[in-house]
């Protein structure tokens, strides 16, 4: 039985690294189908609250846009909530964001989809 259950946490654990995965229990918004998304900034926009994450392994990369959801705000340490500006996630912060995609359109009246963030894990620094 020990055996299983190292062989389920050791197949699992490729997942966890990787960029796109699925959201661990919890309380989400009605219609989340547990999308997140794993990487490292690269840029932000705050006129457009949009986050541009990558990520890499060996020779291929990855790359993620998203949207922060207007108003999104942290706890601090000391208990207080701030309202978070993405240009506060400087470039290179590792971090796991949950997203909802959702279809818009934009002035031309084109449809597009856009990755809407509604809530952020900042993670530690992978050790490569």
């Not at 959702?102 to 990755?115: I, L, P, R, S, Y």
């Amino acid at each position: 039985m020990k055996v299983l259950i190292a062989l389920i946490l050791f197949g699992c654990s490729g997942i966890v690294s990787g960029q796109k995965g699925t959201a661990e229990a919890g309380y989400y918004p009605m219609a989340y189908n547990g999308d997140t998304w794993t990487g490292e900034v690269v840029s932000t926009d705050d006129a457009t609250r949009e986050i541009n994450l990558t990520y890499r392994k060996k020779d291929k990369t990855q790359n993620f846009t998203g949207v922060l959801d207007e108003g999104y705000a942290i706890k601090m340490k000391d208990g207080s909530m701030h309202q978070l500006k993405v240009s506060q996630i400087g470039p290179g912060t590792r971090i796991k964001v949950y997203y909802m995609t959702k279809d818009t359109k934009d002035a031309a009246g084109a449809k597009t989809k856009v990755n809407k963030i509604f809530r952020i894990a900042f993670l530690p620094k992978e050790n490569n």
